[in-house]
C-alpha cells in the first residue's frame, strides 16, 4: 500500500507542476494576445476597405485597367502561401490551417503538383516541418520561414514583393495564402483566399450590370501601378498579422483548458490519495487490534 501511496504522490506532484507551467503560458500569451489583437483591429478594416476597392476597380474597369495582377491565365504554375506559427501548443489552430492549404493542393492543384510545377511557401516552423517531410514533390521556399521573429511592414512587404515579381514575370500563374482568421480569443478558423491573381468580384445572379464611373487623376495606368502593388502588400501584411492574433488566442485558449484539465486530475488523485491512505490506516488499526486480542487471549 506504501507503494501505491507514493505513486499517488509523484502522480499529484507532475499534475500540480504542469499545471504551474500552462497557467505561465497562459499568462505570457495573454499579454501577447493584447498586442497581436490590437495590431489586426487596428488594420483589418483599412486592409479589407481596400482590397474590395481595388477588386471593384478591376471589375468595373475589366478591358480598361491593364494591370498584370488582375489578368487571369491558365494555371500551368502556382504557389501556395502556408502561414503557421513557430510553435505548437495552441490546440488545432496550424493543423487546421494545413488541411486547408492540403485541401487546395489536393483538389484545385492537383494538375500542378503532377506535373512539378507547384512551389510551397512556408511562413512559420510548423507547416515548414509538415509540409517538408510529405510534399518533396513539390518546390520548397524556405527563405522565410522566419518571418514571424518581426512582422513589421517594411520586413514582410519585400516577401509580398519578390511573390509579385514572380506572378509578374509569369514564374507562377495563381498564388493562394492560406492563413488562420482571427475573430476573437476564442475563435480562429483556416482561410484560403487566393491573393493573385486579384479576384474580381462577381455580380449577383439576375443583377443588373452596372458599372461605377471612376474618375483617376492624375491617369488610370499611374495611379493603378502605384496603388495595386501597395494595396496587395498591405493585403499580404494582414494575413501574418491574423495568424500572429490567431496563434496566441488559440494557445490561450488552449493553456486555459489544460489549466481546468489539470485542476479536475488533481481533485480526482486527491480523492484516490485519501482513500488509500484511509485504507492503509485502516488496515493498520485491524492489525493493532488483532494482535492486542490475541495476546489477551494468549
Known amino acids: 500500500m506504501s507503494g501505491s501511496l507514493k505513486q499517488v504522490r509523484e502522480r499529484i506532484r507532475s499534475v500540480q507542476n504542469t499545471q504551474q507551467i500552462t497557467k505561465a503560458m497562459k499568462v505570457v500569451s495573454a499579454a501577447k494576445f493584447r498586442r497581436a489583437q490590437q495590431a489586426i483591429v487596428q488594420m483589418r478594416p483599412y486592409a479589407e476597405k481596400l482590397n474590395k476597392m481595388l477588386r471593384n476597380i478591376l471589375s468595373n474597369m475589366e478591358g480598361e485597367a491593364d494591370t498584370v495582377f488582375g489578368q487571369e491565365r491558365p494555371v500551368h504554375k502556382a504557389c501556395v502561401v502556408v502561414v503557421t506559427s513557430n510553435r505548437g501548443l495552441c490546440g488545432a489552430f496550424n493543423s487546421n490551417v494545413i488541411k486547408g492549404a492540403v485541401r487546395v493542393i489536393n483538389e484545385e492543384l492537383a494538375d500542378v503538383r503532377r506535373s512539378g510545377n507547384l512551389s510551397i511557401l512556408c511562413i512559420g516552423k510548423r507547416g515548414y516541418d509538415f509540409f517538408r517531410k510529405r510534399y518533396t514533390d513539390c518546390n520548397m521556399i524556405t527563405d522565410h520561414v522566419e ?10 512587404a519585400p516577401v509580398a514583393r519578390q511573390l509579385m515579381d514572380a506572378f509578374q514575370a509569369k514564374e507562377y500563374d495563381r498564388v493562394y495564402v492560406a492563413f488562420g482568421h482571427f475573430r476573437n480569443a476564442a475563435t480562429q478558423f483556416p482561410v484560403i483566399e487566393q491573393w493573385l491573381p486579384v479576384a474580381k468580384i462577381k455580380p449577383e445572379p439576375g443583377a443588373d450590370k452596372k458599372r461605377a464611373d471612376y474618375i483617376f487623376e492624375p491617369d488610370m495606368k499611374g495611379l493603378l501601378d502605384y496603388l495595386v502593388p501597395s494595396i496587395l502588400q498591405t493585403t499580404f501584411h494582414r494575413y501574418l498579422l491574423d495568424t500572429h492574433a490567431s496563434e496566441h488566442g488559440a494557445r490561450m485558449t488552449a493553456m486555459d483548458k489544460a489549466t481546468e484539465n489539470a485542476e ?13 491512505r484511509q485504507e492503509a490506516i485502516t488496515k493498520e488499526i485491524l492489525e493493532i487490534v488483532g494482535g492486542a486480542a490475541a495476546l489477551e487471549g494468549a
Open 147 to 156: 518571418l514571424f521573429s518581426n512582422l513589421n511592414f517594411d520586413h514582410v
Open 264 to 276: 479536475e486530475m488533481l481533485k480526482e488523485l486527491l480523492i484516490n490519495y485519501n482513500k488509500a
